[in-house]
């Protein structure tokens, strides 16, 4: 009969722990943060909760049947998250939620669920909130006496305009509040900060823009973190390959960092441990960092589960989302066992058998390398070049006691098979044209690779005593470097470029080698290397491990 409504969810008298998911998979928030609520799913259970998942995508691990001990498909949102608390509630004991493991948006629920007494587990919503709101964090960075790019927030594009002219050209801005970079742009100009205003979002007192100074040319570096209120473990540092500005889900990483010295690591451990203990974390924490001559620089603090979650706990066989859990549920760091330091034992030649609910020495004798997989071929006339907002759409992991050769393994998952002869062609910017660039142009040629580059690019590699041919640009005349690619004589491009115009000439460059299936490289760090791992081809046949020996 209608209006006869039977509820099926019949509430247990176990002590239980409801976790919500991430919702539909997108760009910049996807499978990893799934990761995250299946592990806290599984360690909770282990330690005699009963868990309860709370999610609406049916593609996804979280919501098989065998994962939870209770599952609700329902919409994330305020009205259908409370209406299943309310329900819980009424038999056993609602130990609390986490809203850690979902991404960004359970993170939105999180100070509504507190005010209708809920306990959240973990974080609580203050500390959510400090880290999120400009200001606020603010004063935190300066109580701590960190360092950050110059920055400001804006409610109208006047103010907007007066910050930009205050921090100065190019610099990133991006609305508040968003995840994957939605919307994140580097402007050079007052028109590109104009247009950006007026057309990308809607700027108001209730939705801010945040603008940064951008870093040109700095390292940037993403730590992972487990705290209890009270101890911090830093459970991976990961430099990027790609420099600052790249959204640090495009960007290739390396856990262990590969060149950066260890004063600089240890200010890294120092400022995380400094800022978990700031906001009282209690689970997990992602810093971003961006290093540049030496100094360390504050980007963003997410108080939460990130996107590197899995790729730290598979690098380091440490199951760091299963122990955050058991943080959040209450346990100390102290309660976990500590493996001892790489340094005391010789793991150059095994992959060491252990425990993955131990807390693990980041700094490994070995090296593993995440790089990103992009859906560009999908998507022909798409611009590939890369930016602050995230594109990926996947990540594999490659591993070696070698950097070079570990990125190489990253590259070959990612469905880029590197040459080992042929024609470069460099068509790089001013501010790339550096030790660095030189460096990896006399690898190359070195390996026995002939060089091709625009005339600027060119000059500054003859100059310094290294053989370039020259090629037109596109609109300098045929035949051009387009024509080349063409013609099959080009094996691989490196291609960095500042500004509209710059961007917007060489965008031929980059479809076309996207369509031709030639490798290229946007940013001056991975061309190195790629250089670099060219080169460790001729150390020999590649090496595989099963992770699970």
């Not at 042929?422 to 040629?445: M, R, Y």
């Not at 031709?516 to 595989?544: C, H, M, R, W």
Request: net charge negative; with cysteine; charged share 25%.
């Amino acid at each position: 009969m209608l209006g006869d409504v039977e509820c099926e969810a019949r509430p247990s008298a176990e002590k239980k722990v409801v976790i919500l998911g991430g919702g539909p998979n997108r760009i910049g928030q996807g499978i990893e943060f799934d990761y995250c609520c299946c592990h806290a799913c599984f360690a909770l259970t282990d330690v005699g909760y009963e868990t309860i998942m709370v999610n609406c995508n049916p593609e996804t691990v979280s919501t098989d049947y065998d994962t939870s001990d209770r599952l609700y498909f329902e919409p994330l949102t305020f009205e259908h998250v409370m209406e299943i608390l309310n329900v819980e509630q009424r038999n056993g004991t609602l130990h609390g939620v986490i809203v850690q493991f979902g991404g960004q948006t359970p993170l939105k629920l999180a100070k509504a669920l507190e005010e209708h007494g809920i306990p959240i587990l973990g974080t609580t919503p203050d500390a959510i909130d400090l880290a999120e709101d400009r200001e606020r964090f603010q004063d935190l960075v300066n109580k701590l006496k960190l360092k950050q790019p110059k920055n400001g927030i804006a409610s109208t594009e006047a103010e907007a305009m007066q910050i930009a002219d205050q921090i100065g050209f190019p610099l990133v801005i991006r609305p508040s509040y968003v995840l994957g970079g939605r919307a994140m742009e580097i402007v050079h100009n007052k028109e590109q900060l104009e247009k950006y205003i007026n057309n990308a979002v809607v700027v108001s007192g209730s939705s801010p823009v945040l603008l940064d100074g951008y870093l040109a040319g700095a390292v940037e570096c993403d730590v992972d973190a487990l705290c209890d209120g009270e101890d911090v473990h830093i459970a991976g540092i990961m430099q990027h390959i790609e420099e600052a500005g790249v959204h640090s889900g495009d960007s290739a990483c390396s856990l262990p960092p590969y060149s950066l010295s260890e004063k600089v690591i240890a200010k890294l451990e120092e400022q995380t441990k400094a800022l978990a203990i700031g906001l009282n974390v209690v689970g997990l924490m992602n810093v971003q960092f961006a290093i540049k001559d030496e100094e360390v620089y504050l980007i963003e603090v997410n108080p939460r589960a990130s996107r590197t979650v899995p790729f730290v706990a598979k690098a380091t066989d440490s199951a760091i989302a299963s122990i955050a859990a058991r943080l959040m549920a209450g346990e100390k760091l102290s309660d976990f066992s500590k493996r001892e330091s790489y340094k005391q034992k010789d793991y150059q030649e095994k992959f060491p058998k252990t425990d993955p609910m131990t807390l693990a020495d980041p700094n490994m004798p070995w090296f593993s390398v995440k790089e990103a997989v992009m859906p560009f071929a999908r998507f022909p006339g798409v611009d590939t070049i890369l930016g602050p907002e995230m594109r990926s759409t996947g990540e594999v992991m490659g591993w070696d006691r070698n950097f070079a050769r570990a990125f190489l393994k990253a590259q070959l998952g990612a469905g880029m098979t590197l040459p080992t002869s042929g024609k470069v062609f460099f068509s790089i910017k001013d501010s790339d044209k550096t030790p660095l660039l030189l460096e990896t142009a006399k690898l190359l040629t070195e390996i026995g690779f002939d060089l091709i580059a625009t005339r600027g690019t060119a000059k500054f590699i003859q100059k310094n005593g290294i053989n370039c041919d020259t090629v037109n640009k596109v609109h300098e005349g045929r035949p051009n470097i387009v024509d080349r690619m063409k013609n099959n004589e080009i094996s691989l491009v490196m291609n960095t470029t500042e500004g509209v115009q710059s961007i917007r000439d060489s965008r031929d460059i980059r479809s076309v080698a996207l369509f031709d299936k030639i490798p290229y490289f946007t940013t001056a760090a991975a061309a190195n290397a790629a250089a670099l791992a060219i080169q460790s081809y001729a150390d020999g046949e590649l090496e595989v491990k099963p992770l699970q020996n």
